[in-house]
């Protein structure tokens, strides 16, 4: 099992940058493809950014490449997710989720929410205009 905790969210007006963090715990020995998806009131949880184990493999959403950066530093277990020129529609809960990768597919990037088998609690981001 694997226990995921986000943090960094908040409150902040458009055009400004938060970075989320998502610290991992428990059986932190596996290696883990890892990812970021969020939640608007009255939408479904969309895919936002992806990493591979190595981190070198990412991939992003159309609606936020070029703004967001994903990052990991797996010394510390800690997955990030930094977010810049935010927009009000940037607004929703941000989960980070975590998925284990067979030996040798380090490189691996999941996008797909139904891959992930480990989820955080989410932290709300929101975005005034």
């Known amino acids: 099992q694997v226990q995921l905790v986000e943090s960094g969210g908040g409150w902040v007006q458009a055009g400004n940058s938060l970075r989320l963090s998502c610290t991992a715990s428990g059986r932190t020995t596996n290696r883990y493809a890892m990812g970021w998806f969020r939640q608007a009131p009255g939408k479904e949880r969309e895919f936002v950014a992806a990493?591979?184990?190595?981190?070198?493999?990412?991939d992003y959403a159309g609606s936020v490449k070029g703004r967001f950066t994903i990052s990991r530093d797996n010394a510390k277990n800690t997955l990030y997710l930094q977010m810049n020129s935010l927009k009000p529609e940037d607004t929703a809960v941000y989960y980070c989720?975590?998925?284990?990768?067979?030996?040798?597919?380090?490189?691996?990037?999941?996008?797909?929410?139904?891959?992930?088998?480990?989820w955080g609690q989410g932290t709300q981001v929101t975005i005034t205009s």
């Open positions: 989720a975590a998925t284990p990768v067979p030996n040798g597919r380090y490189t691996t990037v999941v996008v797909t929410s139904t891959e992930y088998d480990y």
């Open positions: 990493i591979s184990w190595v981190g070198s493999y990412t």
